[in-house]
């Protein structure tokens, strides 16, 4: 069996944080133990030696993010800390394990606590704030050395350098792009990344520098094959292994949008339906061979099959319930 979390909106009656089990042979996917203390689990990620698990904690108007250590049956709360703002979204762990940073998407900020090397949170060590915005993804660059927050209240990425002596961001770049901008992927090399875009049902192509720290700006490609009966909101973008194919989930359409990548460009292949309501987030096994959507309002995780080599992903094959989804992290 394969090890997975989940995580969802206790404040919708989800469970928060729950382990799962995913057969190899079948992938089904089977929710088990919860975790208690974990509220509104809406973005997890592991520490870069897999020893820990951290989430946010999508609470309005004050926020946290709890560290977990990974054990069996279920990962231990570690603590918690507050993020000093409100909803954060999305975080990310520092290549060094050193620290965390988050975006409180509710207030317009991204912050940063260090991490101990027993893996708890330390008291946060800087904020910045974006005026109007709402910040909604908080990543490193594959070089370790840049952080890029997407708002997607004020159309822009920024580009912050990170001091790892004081823990304290530097901005270094204001990118105004795109529509709605919610998520950056990044293409195995480095170079290129993608900007879904929810509020346009676009998908910004761009190029980065990491010597520079700069981001460019390129293609604009649409994520749906038709008018959409149903204003549409693309959530998630996850590149495969091989660097050949984009995937993003369309919240409205209800589908899944399979895209050619080649070079600095993106052509649409074809849509499938994802099997539920609002595919809020998307990850492909470590095989590579399925697509596990998060539809949150329907409350389910599907499995779609994939062909690694057409990259075309089939009709949904399974399902399970798991009320109000957020994600599904594989370890």
Same mark, same amino acid.
């Given at each position: ?36 203390? +974990? #509220? ?13 698990? &951290?989430?946010?904690?999508? !609470?309005?108007?004050?926020?946290? $993010? %709890? ?10 709360? !570690? ?5 000093? =703002?409100?909803? *954060? ?15 409180? &998407? ?6 940063? /606590? ?18 109007? =915005? ?7 660059? #594959?070089?370790?050395?840049?952080? !890029? ?16 002596? %004081? ?7 204001? /990118?105004?792009? =795109? ?8 293409? *195995? ?37 038709? $008018? ?6 693309? =959530?998630?973008?996850? +590149? ?43 990850? !492909? ?14 409350? %389910? ?23 109000? +989804? ?6």
């Amino acid at each position: 069996m394969t090890r997975a979390y989940v995580g969802s909106y206790t404040a919708d009656g989800g469970a928060g944080l729950a382990v799962a089990e995913v057969d190899p042979a079948t992938g089904a996917l089977t929710v088990g133990l919860t975790v208690p203390g +974990v #509220p509104d689990a809406s973005w997890l990620a592991c520490s870069p030696d897999g020893r820990f698990l &951290y989430t946010t904690n999508e !609470l309005d108007p004050s926020g946290t $993010v %709890t560290a977990l250590e990974r054990c069996e049956p279920r990962p231990m709360v !570690l603590n918690s800390r507050p993020t000093k =703002g409100s909803a *954060p979204t999305h975080l990310c762990v520092h290549p060094s394990g050193r620290y965390l940073l988050t975006a409180n &998407y509710g207030s317009g900020s991204v912050a940063v /606590l260090p991490l101990g090397a027993d893996g708890r949170l330390r008291a946060l060590t800087d904020l910045v704030e974006h005026v109007g =915005g709402l910040a909604h993804q908080v990543i490193m660059d #594959p070089s370790g050395r840049w952080v !890029l927050a997407v708002d997607l209240g004020i159309d822009s990425v920024f580009v912050y350098d990170l001091d790892l002596d %004081t823990g304290k961001l530097l901005e270094h770049q204001h /990118l105004t792009v =795109g529509t709605g901008p919610r998520h950056l992927v990044w293409h *195995p090399d480095g170079v290129h990344v993608y900007l879904v875009c929810e509020n346009a049902s676009q998908v910004v192509v761009c190029t980065w520098d990491a010597t520079t720290g700069t981001l460019t700006a390129g293609q604009i490609v649409g994520t749906v094959t038709r $008018v959409a009966v149903t204003p549409n909101f693309p =959530g998630e973008g996850v +590149v495969s292994p091989d660097g050949r194919f984009l995937y993003v989930t369309n919240r409205g359409d209800n589908s899944i949008a399979t895209f050619a990548i080649n070079g600095d460009g993106l052509a649409l292949l074809h849509t499938v339906s994802c099997g539920g309501d609002w595919p809020r987030h998307a990850i !492909l096994d470590p095989n590579g061979r399925r697509l596990y959507v998060s539809n949150q309002r329907s409350g %389910t995780v599907t499995w779609l099959p994939r062909d690694p080599s057409s990259g075309l992903v089939h009709p949904v094959s399974g399902n399970t319930k798991a009320t109000a +989804v957020a994600m599904v992290l594989f370890t």
